[in-house]
Nanobody, 121 residues
Framework: QVQLVESGGGPVQPGGSLKLSCVGS???????????MGWYRQTPGSERELIAG?????????HYHDSIKDRFTVSRDGARNTIYLQMNDLKSEDTAVYFC??????????WGRGTQVTVSS
């Protein structure tokens, strides 16, 4: 079993920055040998949207949604089982609940509870 806990959300003005963190705990093997770990976001009435993360298949790729690829950077600290999302030049349309997601090697999927990001002047 794996637990994911997000932090770092909050209110921010347009053009500002935030850095989200997601700390994983629990099954060490799952945390080290996952197929995917990354970030989704969701606004009311919408589906969760994949915005950034790490796929480990085929040598590994880093994914970014087109809407954020020039402004957001995803990174990870394997020793701390943590991934980060540095968000710069935030816009009102980035307002959402941001969720951490992990898909284990056995296809089990885990979610954090989310952290709210509100971009408003």
């Amino acid at each position: 079993q794996v637990q994911l806990v997000e932090s770092g959300g909050g209110p921010v003005q347009p053009g500002g920055s935030l850095k989200l963190s997601c700390v994983g705990s629990g099954n060490t093997f799952t945390l080290k040998a996952y197929n995917f770990m990354g970030w989704y976001r969701q606004t009311p009435g919408s589906e969760r949207e994949l915005i950034a993360g790490f796929f480990t298949a085929n040598g590994g790729t880093t994914h970014y949604h087109d809407s954020i690829k020039d402004r957001f950077t995803v990174s990870r600290d394997g020793a701390r089982n943590t991934i980060y999302l540095q968000m710069n030049d935030l816009k009102s349309e980035d307002t959402a609940v941001y969720f951490c997601n992990l898909i284990a090697a056995n296809k089990a999927e885990y979610w954090g509870r989310g952290t709210q990001v509100t971009v408003s002047s």
